[in-house]
């Protein structure tokens, strides 16, 4: 299948995710009975992850969606991200960051961080996807769909310039640069 100039083939079929998902949806029923979980899928990468998970979670729980917005600093040379849609008070809450994909985990790290800083009372997050740089640092990732290398994936709510998105399975390129990743 070819995306305007990268050509992609099947990785991660449509039943293995769903699969992979009930797993992870009784991992978190399991774990928080008794409290009532905030999820916090972040968009625009974890719509249908977060949408197909949270459908099967059997305990109560409530979801806010949040987005990392880029700013370029007007003083400094790099972009400043931050964290927009939270407005829910989170004060004391149990919060589940829903990611896409997890790569190098500067993302997610700075997410956990800004909402740790408003007083939580705990932050876990749950990953379909995660690389292994994100491995490597130790990243926090409390449920993780699927470990994969350095390829660059698309489908299921992933995109490549904004496309594929609507994908029902997960395809990765070939021969992408490792570097590109
Ligand atoms: P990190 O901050 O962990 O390096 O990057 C995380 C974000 O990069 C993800 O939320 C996603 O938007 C994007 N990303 C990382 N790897 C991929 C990939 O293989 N495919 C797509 N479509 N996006 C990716």
Request: hydrophobic share 45%; glycine share 6%.
């Amino acid at each position: 299948m070819k995306i305007q100039d990268l050509e992609f083939e099947p990785f991660i079929s449509s039943a293995d995710v769903q699969a992979r998902i009930a797993f992870l949806a009784e991992a978190i029923s399991r774990d928080y009975a008794g409290l009532t979980p905030v999820f916090l899928p972040v968009l625009n990468g974890s719509f249908m992850f977060a949408a197909d998970l949270i459908r099967k979670v059997t305990i109560p729980c409530r979801v806010s969606f949040v987005k990392i917005a880029s700013y370029v600093g007007m003083e400094s040379t790099g972009d400043l991200r931050t964290l927009i849609g939270h407005e829910e008070s989170l004060f004391n809450q149990d919060l589940i960051i829903v990611e896409d994909i997890v790569d190098s985990g500067l993302t997610l790290r700075k997410i956990m961080d800004e909402l740790r800083s408003r007083g939580t009372r705990s932050i876990e997050a749950v990953a379909l996807l995660r690389k292994a740089p994100a491995r490597e640092r130790s990243i926090d990732v409390k449920y993780v769909g699927f470990d994969i290398d350095k390829e660059f994936v698309l489908g299921y709510g992933l995109d490549y310039n904004g496309l594929g998105r609507n994908l029902n399975e997960i395809y990765k390129a070939l021969d992408y640069p490792q570097d590109k990743t």
